[in-house]
């Protein structure tokens, strides 16, 4: 399947509709069933220690997956998280912005499954792990 948005149209996407979190997110890459979605690590992601907050990597998680089914259904705004199970699996490395990995696993009618993994940019070992599923607003 081929998206139907691609990075750029993804971002005006979320600016316009997620006014909120602008400049949080980046959308670096977008493929078939795949996105990499940056979260721009700032003061207000952190959590007492300095590392990146459970929030802020569900967050991004959550925004990931969302923007794998947009690549694909197009501009829905109404798509809703109607799941979500994150495993924090290692501190994020101070000061490094995160990097999250979201795939489709199912893409159907009136659901998408997607598996989504977060990186400390530069490591190669994921800190969270997390599996979303997403209501799709009726056509």
Same mark, same amino acid.
């Given at each position: 399947? =081929?998206?139907?948005?691609?990075?750029?149209?993804?971002?005006?996407?979320?600016?316009?509709?997620?006014?909120?979190?602008?400049?949080?997110?980046?959308?670096?890459?977008?493929?078939?069933?795949?996105?990499?979605?940056?979260?721009?690590?700032?003061?207000?992601?952190?959590?007492?220690?300095?590392?990146?907050?459970?929030?802020?990597?569900?967050?991004?998680?959550?925004?990931?997956?969302?923007?794998?089914?947009?690549?694909?259904?197009?501009?829905?705004?109404?798509?809703? =998280?109607?799941?979500?199970?994150?495993?924090?699996?290692?501190?994020?490395?101070?000061?490094?912005?995160?990097?999250?990995?979201?795939?489709?696993?199912?893409?159907?009618?009136?659901?998408?499954?997607?598996?989504?993994?977060?990186?400390?940019?530069?490591?190669?070992?994921?800190?969270?792990?997390?599996?979303? =599923?997403?209501?799709?607003?009726?056509?």
């Amino acid at each position: 399947m =081929t998206p139907v948005m691609d990075a750029a149209a993804l971002t005006v996407f979320l600016e316009r509709e997620f006014p909120q979190v602008h400049g949080d997110f980046i959308v670096e890459r977008v493929a078939s069933m795949e996105v990499s979605v940056r979260l721009n690590v700032a003061e207000r992601h952190l959590r007492p220690g300095g590392t990146v907050s459970g929030p802020a990597m569900f967050a991004l998680a959550d925004v990931a997956i969302y923007l794998a089914t947009l690549a694909m259904i197009g501009p829905k705004a109404l798509a809703v =998280t109607t799941n979500c199970s994150i495993d924090f699996m290692r501190k994020p490395a101070a000061g490094c912005d995160l990097i999250c990995q979201a795939r489709l696993l199912k893409l159907g009618r009136v659901l998408a499954v997607g598996d989504a993994l977060i990186f400390s940019e530069g490591q190669d070992r994921a800190v969270a792990r997390a599996g979303l =599923t997403y209501s799709i607003p009726p056509r």
